[in-house]
């Protein structure tokens, strides 16, 4: 039997649009307080203002999880308005496609700062909320780039590997105290990250086919957990 998630808390980095917006509504729409954080205040306030409808506490703050004091406040804060961590959904993260050779080293740190130490710091400064309380989920939004690298993209898919490779070990480590730590590596979905599209968007995966997985993964009973999922789209089908 699947669990309630009404009551729970969760914190979701990069929570103002995209897929981590659609994991927020869906989490909000199972009773779940949110706490939400990005770059961009304007955007998490109009996300803010759409989570309150479904009545859970909502609490939102500008951060760049690049930057280690950012996410210190971010993280202390959610705690305190929402009174426990639960649940880190590790969604923020950037792309840039460039060719091997054309990436500057100001590029390659940005995307690694991003997306490979800004997990570490969300995770060095909420994991041990969860220790203590000896339960909880973690799910980090890694991506098919992976699993599997393309032209034009080695070193983003360079910091997939690395959330995949990260998410593993603390999985290993947290599982005695009852946390599931779990990734999920999507193929295309449809949001900014991605802009224009050759795809049909009907055909493609949307932001809340993402929230779905996430959803149906914290609703299994916590003495058992999915490792990871590959989310791909059916049949993805050119634009005519
Ligand atoms: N859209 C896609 O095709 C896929 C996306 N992903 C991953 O899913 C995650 C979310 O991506 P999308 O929703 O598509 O992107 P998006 O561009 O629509 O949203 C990204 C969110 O992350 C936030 N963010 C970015 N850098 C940040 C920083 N330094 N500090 C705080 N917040 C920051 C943005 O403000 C925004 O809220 C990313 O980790 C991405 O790599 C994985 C596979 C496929
Ligand atoms: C954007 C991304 O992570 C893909 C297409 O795998």
Known sequence: MLRELTGLNAIITGGSKGIGKSIAIALAQEGVNVAIASRSLDLLE?????????????????????????????IEDSYHALGSIDIVINNAGIMKNNPFLDVSESEFDQLFETNVKGIYYVLQESLPYLVKQNSGDVINIASMSGLKANAN???????????????EGIMQEMRKHNIRVSYLTPSAVLTDLIGETPLEEDTMTHPEDVADVVIAQLK??????????????TNPTPKQ
């Open 46 to 74: 109009e996300t803010a203002n759409e989570l309150k409808q479904y009545n859970v506490k909502v609490f939102y703050k500008d951060t760049n999880i690049a930057h280690q004091q950012d996410v210190q406040k971010f």
């Open 153 to 167: 993209s080695s070193i983003y898919a360079a910091t997939k590997y690395a959330v995949i490779g990260m998410t």
């Open 220 to 233: 299994l009973q916590p003495r058992t957990f999915m490792k990871t999922a590959q989310i791909w789209a």
